[in-house]
């Protein structure tokens, strides 16, 4: 079985600075991860994934994160937040293989607040 | 190409109550997984479906069932709704294949009184 843990439930943060949201899992198999954007009365959109390779990845809207196999971790990054970026993100994982490659494990979300 | 459809969007129950939820994939994907958003526990796996047949199932009571058609759409059933139930429910489109993230659907907001 996975876990997730989203170090921080709340991040407030002023325009043009950057940011970091924490997530770290815990497997006993290889998983795969992804980050989730939600808007308020939407659905989830997936913001970035890794699945293998470099474990630095660039998702849409200027966000990147990377992979750290040794910490076990998956960072969220922006160097420079908008209005627009205010939502809650998830970090999400799943096996890379076997039943459990066919579900999502969330961790609680961090709503990030953006101010002017 | 068309996103995912749910519906209804919003939904009112009370206790004891049955409800179907519905869920439209894109055109060619064969894998409809559900999920349930609320605040006290996040999001959490229900079940998935591939081609009509339940791949995984996540740990809720048995009044909790979903079954898929052979166009992919796939429909979910609480049977006997009590006040947890209330909730965001989610529905994600795949491919299938390990790795795919899937698109979201805009969710059911179900309030069960």
């Known amino acids: 079985a996975q876990s997730v843990t989203q170090l921080d439930s709340q991040v407030p943060v002023f325009e043009e600075a950057p940011v970091e949201l924490r997530c770290n899992y815990s497997s006993s198999v290889s998983v795969y991860l992804f980050w989730y954007v939600q808007y308020p009365n939407q659905g989830l959109q997936l913001l970035l994934k890794?699945?293998?390779?470099?474990?630095l990845v660039k998702g849409i809207n200027g966000f990147e994160a990377e992979f750290n196999k040794s910490q076990t971790s998956f960072h969220l990054r922006k160097p420079s937040v908008h209005i627009s970026d205010t939502a809650e993100y998830f970090c999400?994982?799943?096996?890379?293989?076997?039943?459990?490659?066919?579900?999502?494990?969330f961790g609680k979300g961090t709503k990030l607040s953006v101010i002017p | 190409k068309a996103g995912v459809t749910q519906t209804p969007r919003y939904l009112i129950k009370t206790r004891g109550q049955q409800v179907t939820l519905s869920c439209s994939p894109i055109?060619?994907?064969?894998?409809v997984s559900w999920y349930q958003q609320t605040p006290g526990q996040g999001l959490q796996f229900l079940f998935e479906y591939f081609s009509e047949t339940q791949r995984n199932k996540g740990n809720f009571p048995g009044r909790f069932s979903g079954r898929q058609f052979s166009n992919s759409r796939s429909e979910m059933n609480v049977s006997t709704l009590e006040l947890g139930d209330s909730a965001l429910y989610l529905c994600?489109?795949?491919?299938?294949?390990?790795?795919?993230?899937?698109?979201f659907g805009p969710g059911t907001r179900l309030t069960v009184l």
């Open positions: 055109s060619g994907h064969r894998s």
């Open positions: 994600a489109s795949r491919g299938g294949l390990a790795g795919d993230s899937g698109y």
């Open positions: 890794y699945l293998s390779g470099s474990t």
């Open positions: 999400a994982v799943s096996a890379a293989s076997g039943a459990g490659s066919y579900q999502l494990t």
